[in-house]
């Protein structure tokens, strides 16, 4: 018992440290002036540099290795077994990526932030390609520092959604491509729907206001976290008590601010719901990039864009805002916020759309890691996938290739696929739910949440990072990933919609 204190407290400080980062991370995303970036950047690399120096400390591998048969003697799903298994997981990994990479890292995303921040405005590729030739090298030795995979992107998918392979997620992509191709020229067929109601004047104020009463009605607990603005909405988590979600608002786009309020509370809920034994230790977040996004994805989507939602709060929001929306039906504003539509955005993509976007970015980065792409034909490879898998050609690279913060702030690998995997395991995750509890329809209808919150604390959140996400998916819907549901959904939704 001592041994195993003395590790928890050794874990405490790694996210102790953690923790701090992340309150400069996000005062750095929310109220710093300008003039505190270099200093910034100083302290974060700083941090970085303990939190990784206590995440390889010899010291901590060999409290695991005395309490391996400890871990041994218990259940497979004990706290203490659980704790002890991820916390080698993390060890091992932390390990085996050396300091220096660490710090180089860190130290080549900042710089490359800053120059994509002035380069997407300017439309200017080539300031950043040398920045980007840079992280696709660093991005290969993170990979390297994992020998034994089958492709290049293994271990950086990997360490996002554990247990995904290219291989695997590849699989899973073209067969959900072959579903959502003929569904989206379907659709696209049809008139398009009408979506002039969202872009009026709206004033942010009571934008925000009427957000945060629908998360409130969720279950977003604001006494143990806030929202903030910020250029780019996140969830961040100071500790589980503490949980932060930032939006931002458009006064001519109903629609940003809401939506994007009701997913980052997705997350936000998801990591206040972990249980409270599971602070401060390598269980106390969420389990995978992507079943964190399915929880931002269920609010946002499979709730927030339903008929039974509007039903409910649309009625509300017509009072907030008389002048523009008076005279608009519900049938129209729930068409409206479910306009399907090929568009070059992917954050303002529509649900069926929205994968398309994922794929052409997972395959470009894995032809870049295999070397087949050069970072130099990236903004044609872009253009020329945008053409054939969406129809729609950017007219320059700021709507192209330059829209997403990922490349430029972290690795080139690993992270989108699990905006995907998101989008399915929502309906997968939500479906299960139903099924298991039929009335939680009947109380969307009216406003109430707790019963669906109930389901999702009890086979999601409370585990934190305890199962992983294929234990936890199996645990909770009785099956593997699959995308059969979300496919259903999609099918049932549009196809009344769009009178398929
Ligand atoms: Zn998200």
Redesign the pocket.
């Known amino acids: 018992m001592e041994k195993l204190n003395e590790l928890k407290q050794r874990l405490a400080t790694i996210s102790d440290l953690t923790a701090a980062s992340s309150v400069l991370i996000w005062d750095q995303s929310t109220y710093m002036p300008l003039g505190g970036a270099a200093a910034r950047g100083r302290q974060l690399s700083t941090l970085a540099r303990l939190a990784h120096e206590h995440a390889t400390d010899p010291a901590l591998g060999r409290l695991l290795d005395d309490l391996q048969s400890y871990a041994e003697s218990l259940p497979y799903d004990d706290d203490d077994a659980s704790l002890l298994r991820i916390a080698r997981r993390e060890f091992e990994r932390a390990t085996r990526v050396p300091a220096g990479l660490v710090a180089a890292f860190s130290e080549h995303s900042a710089r490359s932030y800053s120059a994509w921040t002035i380069a997407r405005p300017a439309n200017d590729f080539a300031a950043v390609r040398p920045h980007l030739e840079q992280t696709l090298e660093l991005s290969r030795q993170l990979a390297d520092c994992f020998p034994g995979y089958d492709h290049i992107a293994d271990p950086l998918i990997d360490l996002n959604d554990y247990g995904m392979r290219a291989a695997s997620v590849r699989a899973l992509f073209a067969e959900l491509r072959q579903e959502l191709v003929p569904l989206v020229r379907a659709i696209t067929a049809q008139p398009s729907a009408d979506d002039s109601c969202l872009l009026q004047h709206y004033p942010a104020p009571a934008q925000i206001a009427f957000a945060e009463q629908v998360i409130r009605d969720y279950g977003y607990d604001f006494e143990r976290g806030r929202q903030d603005i910020a250029p780019h ?3 961040i988590r100071f500790a589980l008590d503490d949980i932060r979600i930032t939006t931002r608002v458009k006064v001519d786009d109903l629609s940003e601010a809401l939506f994007s309020t009701l ?2 509370s ?2 936000a809920m998801y990591e206040q719901g972990i249980a409270a034994t599971h602070e401060a230790t390598p269980l106390a977040s969420g389990t995978s990039a992507g079943v ?2 399915s929880q ?2 269920l609010w ?1 989507n499979q709730i927030g864009r339903s008929q039974v939602f509007w039903q409910h709060y649309y009625p509300q929001l017509q009072e907030v805002f008389p002048q523009q929306l008076g005279a608009v039906s519900l049938e129209s504003f729930y068409r409206a916020v479910n306009k399907v539509q090929p568009s070059l955005i992917r954050t303002d993509a529509d649900e069926v759309t929205y994968n398309l976007h994922v794929m052409i970015r997972f395959d470009l980065e894995l032809a870049l890691l295999e070397g087949t792409l050069a970072v130099a034909d990236l903004p044609e490879a872009w253009r020329a996938r945008y053409t054939s898998d969406l129809g729609v050609t950017p007219p320059d690279d700021r709507d192209g290739v330059l829209q997403d913060v990922h490349w430029f702030s972290g690795m080139i690998g690993g992270v989108f696929q699990g ?1 995907t995997i ?1 989008n399915l395991l929502s309906a997968q995750f939500f479906a299960a739910a139903q099924q298991a509890l039929p009335q939680i329809g009947v109380e969307i209808a009216s406003g109430r949440f707790a019963t669906l919150r109930g389901w999702l604390r009890e086979h999601i959140y409370c585990h934190g990072s305890k199962y992983t996400a294929a234990e936890l998916i199996t645990r909770a819907t009785g099956g593997p990933l699959t995308i059969a549901p979300y496919m259903a959904y999609l099918r049932e939704k549009y196809g009344k919609l769009y009178a398929l």
Do not use: A, I, Q, V
């Open positions: 909405p996140f969830m997913h980052e997705g997350h964190h996004e931002s994805r946002e905006y998101g």
